[in-house]
């Protein structure tokens, strides 16, 4: 499977709170936060379900796999999606270890196992 998605415990706001503290301590900080439904009603199309992307990035990372690779940049920064679906709270992210299998390279594959372990870990405490 190409993602890891989870249902939160807690309301989307508490979710979003508790992921970015969660993140904080994996050394993952918050480049931008997303809401897709405002922005898409913002245009005046019809869109009413709650739908948050954080764009994530640990700059140690971030630049050891830029080094590498420069093509890995088209995965950068890594996203975590917190969505409303069906009046629940889900906590999801594209698996950085299925994405980088586009680049093959080993040494690259075991840096995005890492990542998205401690990516992972994030989440499952953020749901709590």
Known sequence: MFHYTLTSK???DQTI???KECLSEEKFGVLW???IKEKLQSKDIDFDKDYIVLEVC???EASRVLK???LVGYFLPCKIVVFDDKGKIKVGLPKPSVMI???EDEELKEIAIDIEKRLISAIDKSIK
């Open 10 to 12: 807690r309301n989307m």
């Open 17 to 19: 709170q508790s992921l």
């Open 33 to 35: 936060e997303f809401d």
């Open 58 to 60: 640990n700059p140690q």
């Open 68 to 70: 590498k690779n420069q």
């Open 101 to 103: 299998d586009l680049v």
